[in-house]
Structures are given as structure tokens and as C-alpha cells.
């Protein structure tokens, strides 16, 4: 098992590592101003320095996104449950679902600010705003494809609704349903940070979104690059954990596992 | 107990048929015969524009189907799979554990409760779902072409597996099938039905006196499924000429 | 020989060489005349009267005189706009004085050209019927308090009045959050923020950062080194509209805001009256000097400061690298 995990990860860091390289190696021949791109190294050096502040600070924010995550995810699985659930209801609000899906979320961010106040719960907003739709379409479009001949059996036992979707079309579109949280995962950290650009508490207990634009005020674009780097190890940490999820509940029985 | 039909949907003008309780009936015939359409109404699936489906005894009564797709659901195990009709009917846990494992039983599959569909045989798992179907202990048992995805040696065995549960259970029987040989092995009753539109053309009693595999070699047998293969072959004629 | 040429034939030719030579002279004449200089301005924010002298140069020629065509380009909140100076992106930008210091650590070096604040119009403010009557006040609550991220003067305020629990927020969501009273407080120019309450009847009281001991140039006009190396003259011929330009807009608002309007709809004409006014005496020059004249001292002092917040690691080994005054 342990083998196996990490000749999976073998491909990813040799790319990884490959395209740090060429970052140095084009930083080294071009020498642009430290400003413009840091080098590898003035990056690593920077999240080195200030790791006290910003480790904590990716703690936060990825707190804040995997909350955000948790809300989009039970809210997608229920909103698309009962879109799939209603012909009529879907052909009315899925239109407009994907609608809010179009407005960008920076757009959106201060109207946050206004509902959700300071703090956290706009960030928790932010990324669960952005991390719904991804999870309702996957839920919707798995339950629709509920194999017909099981849902006809479960009409001659005589199943009731309830039992229908708990028991056969919530499990049928667990598949879909891990796909779309594992893309959910990802942008849940973008939009924790976009909402903290705009409604975060900066000074002792910062989130990574407040130390990228303090950093890019100061001009600190090693610092930028470090952060923005651990903010990707967060969203990548989720990302990973849905997928184990994924796999654990699905390894069983279904293809798209291990 | 008797069962009457008369007429049924545009897949079906002007069937009529008595189902005789307790014993098996085959329906056979070509594709777009009905044949499945009939099964499905007197199972309740589907309803008649045109006539309706009596049962003596006035209320209808508890059936179970069987379809050529197994139609397990692959995240559950065997006996879980098994156990469906009854969780869903409120049953216990531990009591409809234990009537799937005694049926798994009967149907050969003792072993393989715990194993999940994707793990078994295509004849498996045809089991595994008459199993299912009988768990309930259904006073009819609807067969839509259940063993038509099989190869002949396993649809020969689950032939004789579905005599054996009939003689023990003794419930009613409908089967639907391409088969001929099938029909005739199985069928107290044989009716055969013919496409466009879709209806009966006749019935035959093969009254054998005991039903054993050694049954498929006899000449008696071999009478019968000529007649059958006949009667179909008259239907199909028939039909080309009026058309 | 001679032969009579046909009348028609010589009123043509005739015509044809009137026509050759009036297109001949005035091309003649522009050829001695050099074509103007293209250069960029990039501002770092929308058109308001704190960029009023720019847009009297424009209006009133002073550019052209000069032989320059400049390019003034509106920004907005996060336009880099040292780093597209400094990288050569555009030839001129507004920048605040700590960028031109901090870039300069990383690599950009910008020097400093002309500055229109010579006092900064920095400030923090609260509503009128705030319990706060000073910074340090404030400071010391535990009040919510709207300020861009990063700010030097953030670090400066926390430095002097330490120990406080203020609640730091970004300033996304623009006045929204200081009218409902979300925020208590938030940083502004005493110019602008506080010039637009006013005339929406909503009181405010200022403090100006200027007075409570940090006074960097603010709104101060920047190029790169390379650039001003390779254009001296096209930079001194800059500055010079600009204080021609300013001279102008200080005298007279009222003839360029109008203007200004048309490009920023979104503050009145009234508002950006009210704002020259207000900024009148923070950009006028107190002695004899010209607008934008930058002192040595303040860049000294603010280097300084800069390094005992922790922004700067060393104030910059010559400070005179950093400014230029264009000869007057």
C-alpha cells in the first residue's frame, strides 16, 4: 500500500522538480529583477524567514476553505438531489444555478463582506459559494443516470421515496458525486482567499490572502511566491483527502477507484 | 386459484389467458410478441388500455419478478443484495439476514454472501436475483427471459434449480423465453404468442410425468417442441401472408 | 520652334504646380519641426483632482510645448504600477514614496521625480460621532478599522501606540462598510473619502497622518533609472509641464475639473471642487519653491522610518539615487 502511493506520486514530484529546475535555470541565464521573478531559492529562503507567520496563516485559510468545502458539499448533494428529483424544478432553477455560477466571485466578495461581517465566515462563504456548483451538477447529473432497471425494481418492492435516494440513487452517483468534490476541493482554497482579500482580519491571525496582498504592497514578490506556493499545498492537502475519501468509499465496487 | 386476462395495450390486441395457479406457465415466442408486455402487467408494472388482469380471489397477490439483468446493485453484498425486498419492506436486520442466507442457500450460493456482484458469474449472479425475488416467498413468480444471457449448460442448471424451487415453495409461476426447449422443459403450460400485433396463437399441456434432466433426450420431449416449433412456424406464416 | 500650347492643357499644368508647391512648403515646414515624444503615464487610481495638475498640463498644451505626446492611463486599487514603471512598462507612474524605496530593495529602481503632496494627505477617519478624538485613541481600542494590507503606516501606527487590540480589515468593499458603521474607522486622503461624506451629509472627523509623525511624499511621480538615463531631457521637459500644469490647477480648479469629471463620472463636479480646496494647501509650496520640489531630508527620514518598521533591511546606500529634481 505504502508502495503503491508512492510510485503514484513518483510522476507528479518528477514534473514538480523538473519545472523548478527550468525556473532556475531561467532565472539564472535571464536575471530578471528580484521583484519581477524570484528565483527558486529567494523563495524558499522567504517562506523559510517568515514560516512562523505563514504557516499558520495557510492553517487558517485552509480552515476556512475546508469549511466551506464541508457546507458546498452537503448543500450540492441536497440541491441536486432535489433538482434531480423534479423535472420541473430543474428546468426552473438549473438555469439560474449555473447563472450564479458565471458571476465572478470578486464581484460577489464585498457583497459578502455586508452579509457575513469580518472574519472568517466571509471566507467560509467565499469558498463555499464557489465550491457548490461544481458538487450539484455531479450530484444532478449522477442521479439522472440512475440505471432504470434498478429504479424499477426498487418500484416493485414498493420502496418509498426517501428510501429510493438514500439507498439506491445516492450511491449510484457517488462516483460522479467524488468527482465533482475532488474539483471542488481545489477552488474551495481560491475562494477562501478571494474572500479574504476583501473581509479578513489582517494583523495576528492573518490568512494567507491577507499576507499575499500585504506582501504584494510591499513589493515582497519572493514572499507572494511563497505564499501563493503554500496556499496550492493546501488546496492540494484537500484535494488529496477527497480523493482518499473517494477511493475508500468506492474501492469496493467501482472502477474509478484505487 | 385461477387468473383471467382479456385484451391488453397496443403491444398486445386481444390476448387473452388463464394463468393456472401453482404451476408453471411459459410464454414464448418471437421478439415483439408481447410477451413481456404480458408478463409486466400481470405483475403490475404496466397496466392494460383495454381489458384488465383478474386474479381468483379477488386481491392481487404478492409477486416478484426476475429480469434477464440481474440487476444487483454492485455496492452491496450478495446477501445484502438478497436481503433488499425485505429491508425495504421495514423487515428487521436480523431476521431478513437470516431468510436471505437460508434462501443464498437454496439457490447454491451459500458461500458467497459476502462476496460483492462484481466478484461473481454471470450464472451467479442470475441466481443471486431469483434468490431476491424469492425471499419474499411471493405467491407469483414473474420471469422475464431470465437465463437468456447464459450459455446452455448454466441455463440448463438453473432450469432444473427453478424446478427445484417451484416443487419446494410451490408458487405460481410465469416465464417468459425465446427458448423452446426451455418453454416445453419448464411449462406446465405453453403459450405461444406472436408479434404485430402482438397476441396469443395457442397453448399446449406437455403433460410430462416427471420432469428430470434425463427429460431433454426423450422423444416425447423432442414431439413436443416440434409442435411448439410448428405452431410458431404456422404464426409466423400467417402473418406474412396477411401482410 | 515655339508652338502655341493649348489653353486648357497650360491652366492644368499650372494648377498642378500651384498644387505641388502649397503641399511642398508646409511639409518643408514640418520637417523642421521635431515630432513629439510619446510617453506613458500610468496613475494608480481613477482621475481625481489629486492628478489635477496633470490633466491642466494636457488641457492647457503644456505637454506639447514640450515636445512631449503623453499617454496618461487611469489605474485602479492594485495596479502595480511601480513594477510597470521600473520594468519599463511605461515611462512614467504615480507611486507613493515607501514604493519607490522598497521596489528599490528588490531590484526596481525607480527614482522620484516630481511630488504633488508635499505634505501627505494620509489619514485615518472616523465618524463625528465617534468616541475617538485622537489616533492613539483609536488605536488603542479594539475598533474595526479599514486599511489597505501591507500599508507602512499600518506597521508605524502599531509600532507607536503598541499593545493595542484594533481589528485590522481590507479596504475591499470601498465606504459601504464605514457608513453602516461595520467599520469604525478607515485610512482615507483627507482630500477624497472624507470630501464625498461630507457632501453625503454624513460628518466625519479626520486624522492626519502627516501630523501624528509619518509624512512620506505621497502621489509622487516616478521613472525608471534606465529611463531616465537614456532620456534626461525628455524627463526635465516633464517635470517642467507638470509644474507649469499645477501651477495652473492650484490657481484655477474650477477650469480643469469639469475635465476630469467626464472621465471619473462617478465623483461630481462639486465633489472634485471641494476636493481641490481642500488639498489646495497640501500640494502648494510653502516657500519660494516649485510645486513637486522634493528635499533630501524627507527621503533620509523616511528611509529611516522605513527601516525600524522592518520594511526596509537598509535604507538605501545613496540616497540621492532615488530623486531628481529637473533643474527649474
Known amino acids: 500500500m505504502i508502495a503503491r502511493l508512492l510510485r503514484a506520486a513518483l510522476p507528479p514530484a518528477i514534473v514538480v522538480i523538473a519545472l523548478v529546475a527550468a525556473w532556475d535555470i531561467a532565472v539564472r541565464l535571464m536575471q530578471p529583477s ?77 457583497i459578502l463582506v455586508i452579509w457575513c461581517g469580518y472574519g472568517p465566515r466571509t471566507s467560509v462563504a467565499s469558498a463555499a459559494i464557489v465550491s457548490v456548483f461544481p458538487v450539484l451538477a455531479a450530484t444532478l447529473d449522477g442521479m439522472r443516470s440512475t440505471d432504470p432497471g434498478l429504479a424499477e425494481l426498487f418500484g416493485v418492492c414498493r420502496a418509498s421515496r426517501l428510501q429510493r435516494w438514500w439507498k439506491l440513487e445516492l450511491p449510484w452517483a457517488l462516483p460522479s458525486i467524488v468527482t465533482g468534490l475532488r474539483i471542488a476541493a481545489g477552488l474551495s482554497v481560491i475562494g477562501a482567499i478571494v474572500g479574504e482579500f476583501v473581509g479578513a482580519f489582517a494583523g495576528d491571525a492573518s490568512p494567507i490572502g491577507i499576507i499575499i496582498l500585504s506582501a504584494m504592497r510591499e513589493n515582497r514578490t519572493d514572499l507572494v511566491f511563497a505564499s501563493v506556493a503554500l496556499a496550492a499545498a493546501a488546496g492540494f492537502a484537500l484535494f488529496g483527502l477527497v480523493s482518499l475519501l ?7 465496487w467501482h472502477a474509478s477507484a484505487g | ?82 436481503a433488499l425486498p425485505l429491508e425495504l419492506a421495514g423487515v428487521p436486520r436480523g431476521e431478513r439476514r437470516a431468510r436471505a442466507e437460508r434462501i443464498l442457500d437454496r439457490v447454491q450460493l451459500a458461500g458467497a454472501g459476502r462476496k460483492l456482484p462484481g466478484q461473481l458469474s454471470g450464472g451467479m449472479r442470475m441466481r443471486a436475483s431469483i434468490a431476491r425475488a424469492l425471499v419474499t416467498e411471493p405467491e407469483l413468480l414473474l420471469l422475464d427471459e431470465p437465463f437468456g444471457a447464459l450459455d446452455e449448460i448454466t441455463r440448463q442448471a438453473l432450469d432444473d434449480l427453478l424446478l427445484a424451487l417451484w416443487g419446494e415453495f410451490g408458487m405460481t409461476v410465469v416465464v417468459v423465453t425465446h427458448s423452446i426447449v426451455e418453454a416445453a422443459y419448464l411449462g406446465r403450460q405453453v403459450v405461444v404468442m406472436a408479434p404485430a400485433p402482438g397476441r396469443v396463437v395457442g397453448c399446449i399441456k406437455p403433460g410430462f410425468a416427471s420432469r428430470t434432466p434425463a427429460l431433454r433426450a426423450t422423444p416425447e420431449f423432442a414431439a413436443s417442441t416440434a409442435s411448439l416449433l410448428q405452431m410458431l412456424a404456422q404464426s409466423m406464416v400467417r402473418e406474412k401472408g396477411a401482410a | ?92 507612474g504615480v507611486v507613493s514614496g515607501d514604493q519607490v524605496l522598497t521596489l528599490r530593495e528588490r531590484g526596481g529602481s525607480l527614482v522620484a521625480l516630481f511630488t504633488v503632496f508635499h505634505t501627505s494627505p494620509m489619514g485615518v477617519m472616523v465618524p463625528e460621532a465617534s468616541p475617538h478624538r485622537s489616533l492613539e485613541s483609536l488605536w488603542k481600542s479594539d475598533a474595526t478599522v479599514a486599511m489597505e494590507a501591507g500599508l507602512p503606516f499600518v506597521r508605524y501606527l502599531n509600532k507607536r501606540f503598541p499593545g493595542g487590540k484594533v481589528k485590522l480589515v481590507p479596504t475591499g468593499a470601498g465606504l459601504a462598510a464605514f457608513e453602516r458603521g461595520t467599520v469604525q474607522a478607515q485610512q482615507c486622503f483627507i482630500t477624497a473619502e472624507p470630501v464625498q461624506l461630507e457632501l ?61 469629471h467626464k472621465l471619473n463620472p462617478a465623483m461630481s463636479l462639486e465633489a472634485m471642487d471641494l476636493a481641490a480646496r481642500k488639498q489646495h494647501d497640501l500640494v502648494a509650496p510653502r516657500t519660494g519653491d516649485e510645486v513637486g520640489w522634493m528635499e533630501r531630508d524627507r527621503w533620509v527620514t523616511l528611509a529611516g522610518q522605513l527601516k525600524e518598521l522592518g520594511t526596509l533591511k537598509e535604507p538605501p546606500a545613496v540616497i540621492d539615487a532615488v530623486f531628481w529634481n529637473a533643474p527649474r
Do not use: H
Open chain 1, 34 to 110: 528580484e521583484y519581477l521573478v524570484p528565483a527558486p531559492l529567494a523563495v524558499a529562503r522567504a517562506f523559510l524567514e517568515q514560516r512562523a507567520e505563514l504557516v499558520p496563516a495557510a492553517l487558517r485559510t485552509a480552515g476556512s476553505a475546508a469549511a466551506g468545502f464541508a457546507i458546498a458539499a452537503a448543500a450540492g448533494v441536497l440541491a441536486g438531489s432535489v433538482l434531480a428529483a423534479s423535472r420541473f424544478l430543474m428546468r426552473g432553477l438549473y438555469p439560474l444555478a449555473t447563472l450564479l455560477q458565471m458571476v465572478p466571485l470578486v464581484a460577489i466578495a464585498p
Open chain 1, 246 to 252: 473517494g477511493w475508500a468509499l468506492l474501492r469496493r
Open chain 2, 1 to 82: 386459484m385461477g387468473r383471467t386476462f382479456a385484451d391488453g395495450t397496443r403491444a398486445l390486441a386481444g390476448a387473452s389467458l388463464m394463468v393456472p395457479a401453482g404451476a408453471i406457465t411459459a410464454l414464448v415466442g418471437p421478439s415483439g410478441c408481447g410477451k413481456t408486455t404480458l408478463l409486466r402487467m400481470m405483475g403490475g408494472l404496466d397496466a392494460p388500455t383495454s381489458g384488465a388482469v383478474r386474479f381468483a380471489g379477488g386481491a392481487r397477490p404478492r409477486a416478484a419478478f426476475a429480469f434477464q439483468e440481474p440487476r444487483l446493485l454492485p455496492w452491496r453484498s450478495v446477501v445484502s443484495n438478497v
Open chain 3, 1 to 92: 520652334m515655339v508652338t502655341s500650347i493649348p489653353r486648357r492643357a497650360a491652366c492644368v499644368l499650372a494648377a498642378t504646380l500651384c498644387g505641388a508647391l502649397a503641399l511642398a512648403i508646409p511639409a518643408g515646414a514640418q520637417d523642421a519641426k521635431p515630432a513629439l515624444r510619446k510617453v506613458r503615464l500610468q496613475l494608480n487610481w481613477v482621475p481625481e483632482p489629486e492628478f489635477g495638475g496633470i490633466y491642466a498640463a494636457r488641457q492647457d498644451g503644456l505637454f506639447a510645448a514640450e515636445g512631449l505626446d503623453v499617454e496618461v492611463i487611469s489605474g485602479a486599487a492594485g495596479t502595480p504600477v511601480p513594477q510597470m514603471t521600473a520594468s519599463g512598462q511605461v515611462e512614467f
Open chain 3, 200 to 260: 453625503r451629509k454624513v460628518p466625519v472627523r479626520v486624522f492626519s497622518l502627516a501630523e501624528g509623525g509619518y509624512d512620506p511624499y505621497t502621489v509622487s511621480i516616478a521613472t525608471s533609472e534606465a529611463f531616465l538615463a537614456k532620456d534626461r531631457a525628455a524627463c526635465a521637459a516633464f517635470v517642467r509641464a507638470l509644474r507649469k500644469g499645477w501651477a495652473s490647477y492650484l490657481k484655477e480648479p474650477g477650469k480643469y475639473n469639469p475635465s476630469i
